[in-house]
């Protein structure tokens, strides 16, 4: 499934930028390198980074990213 048909942006590639820290629709515009043409992907990418930063942060596993805690974010 395509977040954004306008530059070809996968939910699996937008997913593994998430895994690699890209948290926000700027520095995931900047990862995947376009400009916004329609705009009609940021909010179902911010419902992801949302979603992403949720299951983060309900995460016991023990395996946090450092700057990740339940209760904030410290960065
Ligand atoms: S769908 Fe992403 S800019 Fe159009």
Same mark, same amino acid.
């Not at 946090?64 to 990740?68: E, G, S, T």
């Given at each position: 499934m395509y977040?954004?048909?306008c530059?070809?942006?996968?939910?699996?590639r937008?997913?593994?930028a998430l895994n690699e820290g890209k948290l926000t629709v700027g520095e995931l515009r900047q990862?995947?390198?376009f400009e !916004?043409?329609?705009g009609k992907c940021t909010s179902c990418m911010r419902s992801l980074i949302n979603e992403h930063i949720q299951s983060t942060a309900n995460n016991t596993s023990g395996d946090?990213?450092?700057?990740?805690t339940k209760? !904030?974010?410290s960065c």
């Open positions: 977040v954004c048909v530059n070809a942006v996968s939910s699996s937008l997913k593994q990862h995947f390198g !916004s043409c329609c946090l990213p450092c700057k990740v209760q !904030s974010f």
